[in-house]
């Protein structure tokens, strides 16, 4: 059974976005994708197993650049300084206990009433931002405790589809046109179009 929001948060009105700690996606995350006895056991996140990830809802998507945001991560970095910075710091401390490395936010009304696919596909795009560090040769990184170096990352693949067009596929591009030709794994849709994420990085 997947985590569903808090009925509290699609009930009320808010007249402005709520924002809440979602800790049972985090659990459903680790035994389902991340464990190797989870159902969706995905290979690709082995590097997430002790990754400092926290979840939170959002009441509501946003619009940004034209695109419905369903999905965001981020590292967490704090750009301001002095009583702004600890009041930033005090929230995270108050939610989560700590201040932690990575949040995965997740539009709460979305995913009240996506489907099991569509919900388990944002979760894990987004899980996808986040990868290990390779040092200058293309080897993993790792820090001083030997667990793996991490940050945020882009897609394997962008590029425009009139490039493509006119030019021809790059290597990325073919790789993922022999992917797609393949059957899923799990299911079949896109929700590249509603990653806050992707939308950040895009010119």
Known sequence: MRPLPPKSMMEEFHVYTRIEPAND????VNSQVLDRDGELYNQDHSHLLDADIKFMWASSSFEKKGRVVLGQCEE??????G?????????MVEWFGRVPQ???TLSADYCSICTDLEFCALVEHELYHIAQKLDEFGSPKFTQDGLPKLGVRSHDVEEFFGVVRRYGATEEVKELISIAKEAPEVGSLSIAR?????IMKLA
């Open 102 to 104: 990575f949040i995965i």
């Open 25 to 28: 996606v985090y659990d459903w």
């Open 76 to 81: 967490v970095a704090f750009r301001v300084g």
């Open 83 to 91: 009583w702004q910075k600890a009041r930033l710091e005090q929230q």
């Open 194 to 198: 509603s990653c806050g994420t992707c």
